[in-house]
């Protein structure tokens, strides 16, 4: 529940799974730069989140997503940030063309085993785990300034 101070952000956040292994990207510019994570962004205004994610993945990595698994939704908030971002997390497992780089993300495969959880956002560690075994989750994060966790939840639905 927002407090009076607080305003919300939709975006979008989208893993390809094709077990045994994941399609991450590397973020090259923005928030997030220098982690690995999943393709995604903002929500358009007009457009669903299947939408938004589909068009993410796209424009993220080159691929043409044909359909998503919804599995969470994830609020984070940031430490003297009024703005909390709800992040609808799915996964991807069909989709057609090659990932390509794009001049946000550079994709690449990981075996399952061999995700980089310390190259990637903090919070992944909590909730990764109950997505690639498609256990549908929420969950809520507060970071500080220095992206460090200070509180967490995240439970299965």
């Not at 709800?86 to 069909?94: G, L, R």
Request: glycine share 10%; aromatic share 10%.
């Amino acid at each position: 529940m927002l407090k009076p101070h607080q305003t919300k952000k939709v975006l979008t956040l989208c893993i390809v799974h094709q077990h045994p292994r994941v399609l991450l990207g590397m973020k090259k510019r923005g928030f997030g730069e220098g982690r690995w994570n999943g393709f995604g962004g903002k929500v358009e205004k007009g457009e669903s989140i299947e939408e938004a994610t589909k068009r993410e993945c796209f424009e993220e990595a080159g691929i043409t997503v044909r359909s998503i698994e919804p599995l969470g939704t994830v609020h984070f908030e940031f430490q003297g940030n009024p703005e909390i971002l709800e992040v609808h997390i799915s996964k991807a497992v069909e989709f057609e063309g090659d990932p390509v780089e794009s001049d946000e993300m550079r994709p690449q495969w990981f075996e399952i085993a061999d995700i980089p959880f310390g190259l990637m956002w903090p919070d992944d560690r909590y909730w990764v785990p109950l997505f690639l075994k498609g256990i549908k989750f929420s969950g809520r994060f507060l970071f500080d300034e220095d992206q460090r966790i200070l509180e967490h939840d995240v439970h299965p639905l």
